[in-house]
């Protein structure tokens, strides 16, 4: 057993080299979810932001060349994005292979099944109503 995000899976494969590489996929709800990497090692983690900020946030990351990769980068606001930055959101960039998913879950060592969690991005919209008290049996 082990975790793979969609955002690693998307970005699998990406030959870029000393480029920055950001995965960007819909959280739907007017957000995005990005992650941010450069020759395989990350510099933003999985984060949701906003459509109208992603653009103007990415380019503050960013210090020279960008590609934006996944289907929810043509959302994106170009004009806010740094001069030069590519954008790839056609196929097969749109969406995280499968076979990236397990290309990449060969590389690396199994998780623990008891201990391995979802990754959330962002916090769920569905929480304990105030003043509610849970019973333990």
Do not use: N
Request: glycine share 10%; net charge negative.
């Amino acid at each position: 057993l082990v975790g793979v995000t969609s955002l690693d899976a998307l970005a699998f494969g990406i030959e870029a080299p000393g480029v920055l590489v950001a995965t960007v996929l819909s959280a739907m709800k007017g957000e995005v979810f990005v992650q941010v990497t450069r020759d395989g090692g990350t510099v933003l983690p999985p984060t949701s932001w906003k459509i109208g900020e992603a653009a103007e946030r990415l380019s503050a990351v960013a210090a020279g060349m960008m590609l934006l990769v996944g289907e929810a980068a043509s959302l994106l606001e170009a004009e806010k994005l740094r001069a030069g930055t590519l954008v790839r959101a056609e196929s097969p960039h749109d969406l995280p292979p499968p076979s990236s998913v397990g290309r990449i879950a060969m590389r690396r060592p199994a998780d623990d099944a008891d201990t391995l969690e979802p990754l959330y991005v962002r916090a769920p919209d569905i929480t304990v109503p105030r003043g509610l008290v849970q019973s333990s049996g």
